[in-house]
């Protein structure tokens, strides 16, 4: 499949450590904000997302973090498995709007 | 429970033709979002189609057009077709009763222009 990883930011971690991925969003205006992970030859895949009323949502070994005062968001991988290996996007949506904007997206790569 | 299916899975266009992708949404959707990624980059919303209507539309020229058909199913059509479109075009589909949040995407078409 096609790589989506070219001049992306990397991120390589050890197998069973934690991930962090972060990402600047740029609307003060969004109030809602996904993750997606995107595997080579593959659409993006939704994780997990957070309103801009929360600060801190947790899935299956997943949890993002909002900062709204810098406009910063964050996705923590607990126990990073071989299979996390892919780019992940973070995106924005701004209130009233139904136009996802993605960030320039992180690849991470899991050392076995 | 089907998931987004795009076709065809690769394409390739001559300078100036024209291109109709196809997209049909999960099941239970009546929403459908087009992105264009290009290699490297995140996708960018082109427009959304709802209730057979252009709902909203991105940065991108008149050369890009949709359709969607009363099973919810849609196209996206590049007319004048230049070497910047080649993409990975992605459709993305979602239920306007949740507020259209959540999108869930297919597995795109790659269009190479030569």
């Known amino acids: 499949g096609e790589s989506v990883g070219l001049h992306l930011p990397t991120l390589s971690v050890q197998e069973g450590d934690n991930s962090i991925i972060n990402c600047a969003y740029s609307n003060s205006a969004s109030d809602y904000f996904i993750w997606y992970k995107q595997e080579s030859g593959k659409g993006p895949q939704f994780i997990i997302d957070?309103?801009?009323?929360?600060d801190k949502r947790q899935g299956q070994r997943v949890t993002v973090l909002l900062n709204k005062t810098v406009k910063h968001l964050s996705l923590q991988i607990a126990a990073t498995q071989p299979g996390d290996s892919a780019v992940y996007f973070c995106a924005e949506v701004p209130a009233g709007s139904y136009q996802l904007t993605f960030g320039k997206g992180t690849k991470l790569s899991v050392i076995p | 429970d089907a998931g987004v299916t795009q076709s065809p899975t690769h394409l390739i266009k001559t300078r100036g033709q024209q291109v109709t992708l196809r997209c049909s949404p999960k099941?239970?959707?009546?929403?459908v979002s087009w992105y264009q990624q290009a290699l490297g980059q995140g996708p960018q919303f082109i427009f959304q189609?709802?209730?057979?209507?252009?709902?909203q539309r991105g940065n991108f020229p008149d050369r890009f057009s949709g359709h969607q058909f009363p099973n919810y199913s849609s196209e996206l059509n590049v007319n004048a077709l230049l070497l910047g479109d080649s993409a990975l075009y992605l459709c993305?589909?979602?239920?306007?009763?949740?507020?259209?949040?959540?999108?869930?995407f297919g597995p795109g078409t790659r269009l190479t222009v030569t």
């Open positions: 099941s239970g959707h009546d929403t």
């Open positions: 993305a589909s979602s239920l306007a009763g949740t507020g259209n949040l959540e999108q869930y």
């Open positions: 957070i309103r801009s009323n929360m």
């Open positions: 189609y709802y209730e057979e209507e252009e709902r």
